[in-house]
């Protein structure tokens, strides 16, 4: 089975699906809950992000996904927030030349590892998205 | 003195003074009471009477000429409904008043003292001339003046109405003027004004008891010679006699002998007296003690009272109002921090990341993109053009070299820009996907990112944290008032408390104060009793005295009632006999006897006694005139006699008969008839005895009521 190499562009990405493991994904689910978010892309922002301060590349095993968030709507529709998140992300991986197929399971990856990271950092915070906010800003001034 | 006495205390004290005062010889007792019955043998006639308001009756007045002894009779003549009755009435109610319903005859005979004043009052609402009321007037009166041995009374009584035309209570005015100058009769000081003079007018004119027997409707007079009158007989006869009078002083007198005897048998009664006001007024002390312990305890009941209400009225500083705020504030701010944490959410998942990148992160991923930019700016120019453009620059640099080394540098330049190539290249494929946007924003976005986010979201922080705050605080206060609302209502259960026990010892309070009245009043009788009695025993010698006097009297006057009664009656029942023979054409009755208790038995010529055989009406009238008028005869056959419609039912022969008994009685006459009564040649039988004739003829108002007014000369006369 031949796999299509599509380069990156900015405009396939606005449109892709985005996903992360299932079990990432339910955690998404309550963390949205838990701290007043009224949707989903909003925690996986953050969690995308926490992964993103961690140098190391993400190394999680994905056997099933989550529901999908639209590109544009995860990163931003204005096209330079778009453009600055996707170029953090493959800065981080230090890879040229990336694949919109990698790119996608890079986004996976970080965002199921950020929620992860997350869980620890904040599960014992108080006062919702308050007290998120306070702990995160403290710990990433 | 004779009438009975409410005030039996004050009638006794005034017997001790009487009977200690002097000793009555039984001579001179009987003397006396003999002038006490000469008293009531008087000449009385009527002389005038005026009445306003009154039944029929605007205003009227009549006069009867009292002086001409041979023309005893009046005759006042008038249709049925123009006021016959009026003048009786009035003649009635103007001399006895609620007597004339209460002793008189004319309330309910089975009913109470209540019920025929009541009776009483109704009538005299009833006799208010309508038309007088409708007008707006409010008062009637009646004046009936007699002429009396010593001169000349008049009684006026006047009658108040409300505006339902209701008589006011007690409010019936009597004013009694005599002699000459018709002097007003002052009530004498501690008498009742209506008894005094219901005794005065007794004394002088007749009990109300004797109304029957002088003041009476020939209609309702049947009912006198009819079957059961024994109790109306006996009390008119004891009436005519005054013995109703010495009865009751006889009855007086004995309870004042046992009264006054009692109190000086009893030895002990000094020494039981004394015991009780000593125990009284250990009792008064104990009551006295237990009030004041009551007290005591009412007044620290009422202030524990009082320093609750205070408490409670500091409570009060924290009103409904200030709660409302504070809730409403409280409201307010949960609402704010709500939409602030939803703007808070979506503020954080935008700028947040910016700051989660991490400073390493964000400062490489700047370079590559500068490098980026920059590449571009060297793929503006084409390459070869622009080695070529620094080969020449490189022949202009001053000193020169020479060619071969000059080829060398050149050849040596070119190498360096070849191997300086790749690297370029491989900055723009990492982030080729940028070739068509403006980098430069893209790294401007990332520095305005993490700006913005060090500024909004602390301050997002900052007003959550105020927000919290006000939160914080007005659920203090809310808690507060609600602990002042607890205590407010522990101090309500309190109160409630208090009140009850305060309530109750108001309730002893009474009660010791009622029964300490109690005590205090039997305390001050027995005082009262056992210092009269010490000051009565000082005079021992005067007690026995006074029971002895007043038992003889007593008893003299129960001798000279058993003496003179069936002396009396015996005259009585002679008198009707004749009476009776000289009225009725058909003499069947032959003997009259009437007994003590009033009972009258009638015998015929052959000894039968026929009474209880059915009489007709106009025997029964014959029968009742005779008794009247023996009855009347009684007490000197001097008292004026007042008949409405006396003829009324009797026949022919009858007629004459009466007319001709009046004519000779010896008394005043007053005949109220109907015209075809006394007319014709029933009118020319009296004419020469007559002294006044009055015609009562009735004037409508246009259609509305009208009143009776009264016309000088009788029918005949007047037609004439």
Known sequence: MSTVRYPLQLGDIARADFRTSLPADHENSRFQREWGFAFRYQPARLAISVSLSDPTPPSTHIEAYGKPIKGDTLFGQDESDLAAWVALIVEHSGEDDLSRREFQDLVAQHWARGLDMLERKLNKVEDGIVGVVENLLATHP | MLGSHKNRRRLFLRFDSIFASATIEPEELRSQIAAVHDGLRRRCQFKRIRMSNWKAFDAADLEFPTTVSDRPIVLIGGNNGNGKTSILDALIAGLYGAGSFIDGGRGSAQASEVVRRAEYRSFIERAFHKPAYDRGERMSSVVVELSIPNGQMEIERRWYFDDDGQLFEDDEEVVIRLGKDRDIVAVPQDEDPISFYESLIASIVAPASMIPFFLFDGERVVELGRKDVREQVRIGIESALGISSLKRLAADLSDYVKDRSRDLVDEDVDAELRRDVTGLEDRQAQCVRERDAVEAEAAALKQRRDAIVHDMGALTNHSFKDRHETLEAKHNANQQLAALRSEMAATASRLLPYLLFGRPLMKRTVSALEKTASSRVLDGNPSELALENLLKALDQIEPKVDLATGSMIKERVRSAWTVSRPANVADQARHKYLERYDVERVIQGLGQGVQDAKIQLPEFIRRAKELGQIVKDSDELLQFEEGIESTRSRYSAVLREINGELEAVERKQREQAQQLWHIENELAAKRTNLERRLIQRRGTAAGLPVVDAATSLRIEILNAIDQIVPEYYAALADKVSSNYRQLA??????????????????????????????????????????????????????????????????????????????KNSGSQVIILSQPEEVGGRYYDQIADSISAEYTLSYRSDEGLLGSTVLEDGYFRQRAA
């Open chain 2, 585 to 662: 054409h058909k003499t069947i009755i032959q003997r009259i006897e009437i007994n003590e208790d009033g009972s009258v038995r009638i015998f015929d010529a052959a000894g039968a006694d026929i009474s209880q055989a059915e009489a007709s009406a106009g025997e029964n009238q014959i029968f009742a005139t005779s008794l009247i008028s023996a009855v009347g005869g009684l007490v000197g056959s001097q008292l004026p006699l007042v008949i409405d419609t006396p003829l009324g039912r009797l026949d022919t022969g009858h007629r004459e008969r009466v007319l001709d008994f009046f």
